[in-house]
T-cell receptor, first 115, second 114 residues
Framework: GQQLNQSPQSMFIQEGEDVSMNCTSS?????WLWYKQDPGEGPVLLIA?????ELTSNGRLTAQFGITRKDSFLNISASIPSDVGIYFC???????????????FGQGTTLQVKP | NAGVTQTPKFQVLKTGQSMTLQCAQD?????MSWYRQDPGMGLRLIHY???????DQGEVPNGYNVSRSTTEDFPLRLLSAAPSQTSVYFC?????????????FGPGTRLLVL
């Protein structure tokens, strides 16, 4: 089945530093999504990408949909303590040329920010 | 809108007991799904539904049943709980089709099976 490999698994950075994480897959996706999960909460959508090559920003967050449709990255600039959490990539599974509505999730990147 | 709601927030079961995890959404979303989250494994799809009366299996369906009698509700049933089902369970919903595939997640149900 389709799988996503997300890296790094965890990061411990200093406040103010930039962060980069990525997801790769052996399969293509029509949609890439990035979620953040705070402790004890459900994932919350950060950025959605719908077109290969698309680069989208949301405040200090920037994400790109790889041109091969098999990868995506998320950058966080000038990190702050509230950026702490688990970040997940997700791809919308396809069957043929149709979207199935199912999401495949990466394993998550745990981010810790030292003030 | 309340979004996606889940009950209970926490539950402790003994092996062999049954229970139903409730999920409801008030956004008129066609698509609803259940995931389980285990450390280091991300979220794995258990069951999903593309509309009332339609359900299908996800990646890890064994030990779980679902039904979708209304658009709003999508309960997850554990008929005979096992320790391997100790996990955090998330319900999610979204519109179907086109570019509207972003899923909204509930706050989760933390289940411990002894």
């Amino acid at each position: 089945g389709q799988q996503l490999n997300q890296s790094p698994q965890s990061m411990f950075i200093q406040e103010g530093e930039d962060v980069s994480m990525n997801c790769t897959s052996s399969s293509i996706f029509n949609t890439w999504l990035w979620y953040k999960q705070d402790p004890g909460e459900g994932p919350v959508l950060l950025i959605a990408l719908y077109k290969a090559g698309e680069l989208t920003s949301n405040g200090r967050l920037t994400a790109q949909f790889g041109i091969t449709r098999k990868d995506s990255f998320l950058n966080i600039s000038a990190s702050i303590p509230s950026d702490v959490g688990i970040y997940f990539c997700a791809g919308a599974a396809v069957h043929g040329s149709s979207n199935t509505g199912k999401l495949i999730f990466g394993q998550g990147t745990t981010l810790q920010v030292k003030p | 809108n309340a979004g996606v709601t889940q009950t209970p927030k926490f539950q402790v079961l003994k092996t062999g007991q049954s229970m139903t995890l409730q999920c409801a959404q008030d956004m008129n979303h066609e698509y609803m799904s259940w995931y389980r989250q285990d450390p280091g494994m991300g979220l794995r799809l258990i069951h999903y539904s593309v509309g009332a009366g339609i359900t299908d299996q996800g990646e890890v369906p064994n030990g779980y049943n679902v039904s979708r009698s209304t658009t709003e509700d999508f309960p997850l049933r554990l008929l005979s709980a096992a320790p391997s089902q100790t996990s955090v369970y998330f319900c999610a919903s979204s519109w179907l089709g086109g570019s509207s595939e972003t899923q909204y997640f509930g706050p989760g149900t933390r289940l411990l099976v002894l």
